[in-house]
């Protein structure tokens, strides 16, 4: 026991050592502490020939996407001593990369950094292709036809939320734009694919052609979604749909809900759930679908086997209820 507290004191006086010498550094002035300076805002405009593929990857500052109004890629971005970016235009490639000029000191692991937004305006031909460490992610839309081509967003500890996106063919595909999307992976005009490790994800009103929802450690929220496939999943935390319409519809939750209500689906619905309830409100009747589904510990209120019409339904979990109505 003894030796117990002695590690705990040895521990805390540890501490509170590097805590003085983080203090001592900035010359025990607060103000010091808020280091790199005032953030000054700074616009960049394409140039030349139009941009294809945009690549942003940054570290802390939240993103901020949007359609471009002139068919021109526009970032906006906001450094200081610490911070800055190296943005870069070559064969219709535009890249924004976040630099860090701190270098190593005690310092920088007290010091307060003011939160920056970098925006970005997107031509509606071009790739897009966005990650970020810790900053937040959010993407609108227009209503006026499709405002974005492919996109594929990620965020490692930030939440992302897109509204009113409309994706499709944005203009005239090239062998640059085709090179561009494969290196992206299997991905199509009108795609959209959302990643986060320790995030949430909302997505409200959006008409593409394709949407892939993951995330490791959050909720995925989608709500008045149109595209001929929806995938969400969401490893340690509940995902929520309403207002869909698709014609596959795959949601698999480890460690967490699958809720949906005004889901209309043409082709197939699998429904996953490690640890979680499937519960949710289908159009038509029973015999409108060809069901499987198992609950290892729950109540299931559908039938393991129905060899029904039309619509393939899966639904699956291990512990957990699956509570599936239809509106008739």
Known sequence: MRRRMKIALVTLAAGIVVLLAGFAAADFELNNLSTGGELMARTYVSQGERVRTIYVSDLDANVEITPSTDGRAR????????????????????????????????????GFWPESTLTVEVPASALLNVET??????????????????????????????????????????????????????????????????????????????????????????????????????????????????????????????????VEVAEHIILLAGNGNIRGELPGEMRDYHIESETDNGDNNLPAMLDGEGIFLRAINDNGDIDVTFAG
């Open 75 to 110: 970032v906006t971005c906001e450094e200081n001593e610490a911070f800055c970016y190296d943005i870069t235009e070559e064969d219709s490639v535009l890249r924004i990369e976040k630099r860090d000029l701190r270098g190593w000191n005690l310092g920088m692991y007290f």
């Open 133 to 262: 460490e810790s900053g937040d992610i959010h993407m609108m839309g227009s209503d006026e036809g499709p405002a974005y081509y492919i996109v594929k967003l990620y965020s490692d500890n930030g939440d992302v939320h897109l509204e009113h996106v409309r994706a499709g063919e944005g203009g005239d595909e090239t062998a640059s734009s085709r090179a561009e999307s494969d290196a992206m992976g299997d991905v199509q005009p009108g795609e959209i694919t959302v990643e986060t490790n320790t995030g949430d994800i909302a997505i409200e009103d959006a008409d593409i052609s394709f949407l892939s929802a993951m995330t490791d450690n959050g909720a995925v929220t989608l709500r008045d979604i149109r595209a001929e496939g929806v995938f969400a999943t969401a490893r340690n935390d509940t995902i929520r749909m309403e207002g869909i319409a698709t014609g596959s519809l795959i949601a698999s939750s480890a460690n967490g809900d699958v809720l949906f209500s005004e």
